[in-house]
């Protein structure tokens, strides 16, 4: 089975767990995408597999990501040993994506831009903002934060709430 065939069984079949995806995720944006991404790779290991199987697989996968709080949004591997692809089926939500990771690293060129588009966006932040990200990039905590630049917490929290806003306008294709 190729790939065009194995989307097609995909976009076939996840129909039919639509509704026990949303019953299990409720608004869970992130169990969400697990779901999806369980049954995909239940149809790449076998694409005749029973409803019964799948929905094994998303209960199984959705209980390991509550369990180690862990995701597609936050993978195990090393940055540079993964690669993403993504495609944007028709026939659900486009947030969702499909993803699949090989060991592949990304080329000197995509990694430069990458790096100059964060320089930029980096800059184009306050001086406040600025050294919220960095504190949250070496990670710490919020109360710490708090502490180094001493100001009151909720000041602290409308600045970190504006930073998101932010990034998505930045990032915005």
Not at 91 to 108: A, G, Q, R, T, W
Not at 152 to 161: D, I, Q, W
Request: hydrophobic letters at 35%; aromatic letters at 12%; a neutral charge.
């Amino acid at each position: 089975m190729n790939i065009r065939e194995l989307q097609q069984c995909y976009e076939n079949r996840i129909k039919d767990f639509k509704g026990f995806i949303y019953k299990q995720t409720r608004d869970d944006d992130d169990l969400r995408q697990e779901a999806h991404l369980e049954v995909w790779r239940g149809l790449l290991k076998d694409p005749d597999a029973t409803d019964g199987f799948l929905m094994n697989r998303i209960r199984w996968r959705m209980r390991d990501v509550w369990k180690s709080s862990t995701s597609v949004d936050k993978p195990h591997k090393k940055r540079e040993d993964i690669t993403i692809l993504r495609f944007y089926p028709q026939d659900f939500e486009n947030e969702i994506f499909v993803e699949f990771f090989e060991n592949h690293k990304e080329p000197l060129d995509e990694q430069v831009i990458a790096r100059i588009d964060m320089e930029r966006f980096f800059q184009s932040l306050d001086d406040m903002e600025q050294k919220i990200v960095v504190y949250k990039l070496v990670g710490r905590h919020d109360r710490d934060i708090v502490c180094e630049l001493k100001m009151p917490f909720k000041s602290y929290l409308r600045v970190k709430r504006a930073i998101r806003p932010k990034i998505k306008e930045f990032f915005a294709v």
